[in-house]
């Protein structure tokens, strides 16, 4: 007979939209991550686009981690196990983090600029795109993201949700598109192992979108984090900085839209895939008008 077996060291966590699994190797970690039961999109499916990935890694650059397929979901295999949303979120904008958002910058840079994938990619718009599209247009299939949304325009008026509908377009529609990760969050982006370099998860979302689309993902999260958490201020904006600087130019004058798209898929996916928010979305709707009112 066998001796007892070592439980595997497993943290796992999801929504209806996405459940990740992270299991602990020997050399690394495994990350399988599967499309949740309410999700309205697969995973984007797995291209020939391994090569121009996987050659984003490398001088600094975040490793573009491409999962194999297994089932309904993805397998990636990196050598960190904790996301930079997860230390963020428990530590805040420490120093340490400002070399992985440096890194995120240079790969999205390093992308992008080979320019769109040759049509027989058939790659279209990227997923979130679509949810805040169809949301924000006021059809949203899920019924509680359809009656927050109703309240969100109330509280906004119809005069910025017009605004915030009109941008939406206006990137949707941006002919001037690239190759994107389509959904860059810094809950797929990991953070190395022992000081080595970030991987961030890749492929799930692939699509094409004007550059400013991944980039305005990133920021859009690093500006919700700074106004729900508080603390180190200048902390927050080194790790904006260094996002920048990594990818050799910041987003302009539209960065204001860019972080109020995000932030509203953001609730979207809540009310859709989380439910209720214990703490409603009123919060959420100030702090989108002084967004929009920018």
């Given amino acids: ?97 400002r070399e992985p958002m440096r890194g995120l910058g240079l790969a999205l840079h390093r992308l992008h600029a080979e320019g769109p994938p040759p049509p027989t990619e058939r790659l279209g718009p990227p997923r979130g795109l679509v949810r805040l599209d169809t949301w924000l247009a006021g059809r949203a299939p899920v019924a509680r993201a359809a009656y927050v949304g109703d309240q969100l325009r109330h509280r906004l008026g119809p005069e910025r949700w017009s605004r915030v509908t009109a941008w939406c377009r206006e990137v ?46 990133v920021l859009g999260e690093l500006v919700e984090l700074k106004w729900q958490l508080g603390g180190d201020q200048q902390g927050w904006q080194l790790l904006l900085e260094a996002l920048f600087e990594g990818y050799g130019r910041d987003v302009g004058a539209q960065w204001n839209r860019l972080a109020a798209l995000r932030i509203l898929l953001h609730v979207h996916d809540i009310a859709a895939y989380v439910g209720w928010h214990t703490a409603g979305f009123d919060h959420y709707a100030t702090f989108l008008t002084f967004l929009v009112d920018l």
């Fill in 172 to 217: 949707a529609e941006d002919a001037d598109v690239t190759l994107a990760h389509g959904a860059p969050g810094l809950g797929s982006l990991v953070a190395g192992g022992d000081g080595g370099p970030a991987a961030l998860l890749t492929g799930e979302d692939l699509a094409v979108a004007p550059w400013y689309f991944d980039l305005g993902w």
């Fill in 1 to 97: 007979m066998s001796g007892p077996q070592a439980v595997p060291d497993v943290t796992e966590y999801g929504t209806g939209l996405l459940h990740t699994a992270v299991r602990a190797l020997p050399d690394g970690h495994q990350w399988t991550r599967t499309v949740g039961p309410l999700a309205p999109a697969a995973f984007q499916p797995v291209t020939g686009l391994g090569d121009r990935l996987t050659a984003v890694g490398r001088d600094g650059a975040a490793r573009l981690a491409v999962g194999r397929a297994e089932g309904r979901g993805r397998v990636y295999t990196v050598p960190g196990g904790e996301s930079v949303a997860n230390r963020l979120l428990s530590q805040g904008p420490l120093p340490q983090l």
